[in-house]
Nanobody, 114 residues
Framework: VQLQASGGGSVQAGGSLRLSCAAS????????MAWYRRAPGKQREMVAE???????NYADSVKGRFTISRDSNKNTMSLQMNSLKPEDTAVYYC?????????WGHGTLVTVSS
């Protein structure tokens, strides 16, 4: 599956952004889709994930601020990010897994200024 992330940009602290990830094929059979991020000088970390059942999981640092969703009709996954903080600055990547096969998309940069 080819994944294309978009929606990154620059925003002031407290602002919002919505990231989108478009898949090259139907996502109905994809077990898990997720957003990861890599901040400058840090390791990549999971931000949010959503299973085919709709069950979601979030990193503690984004709970209550970020919302992940998937739309099987449009073959897309989204991440609504509210109340952004400077520490959310990172390159965000979308990821999907089908069984033991996983794919990564190119990243999209999110910059949050104080």
């Amino acid at each position: 599956v080819q994944l294309q992330a978009s929606g990154g940009g620059s925003v002031q602290a407290g602002g919002s952004l919505r990231l989108s990830c478009a898949a090259s094929r139907d996502i109905f059979s994809i077990d898990l889709m997720a957003w990861y991020r890599r901040a400058p000088g840090k390791q990549r970390e999971m931000v949010a994930e959503i299973a085919s059942s709709g069950i979601t999981n979030y990193a503690d640092s984004v709970k209550g601020r970020f919302t992940i969703s998937r739309d099987s009709n449009k073959n897309t996954m989204s991440l609504q990010m509210n109340s952004l903080k400077p520490e959310d600055t990172a390159v965000y990547y979308c990821y999907c897994r089908r069984g033991v096969v996983f794919d990564w998309g190119h990243g999209t940069l999110v910059t949050v200024s104080s």
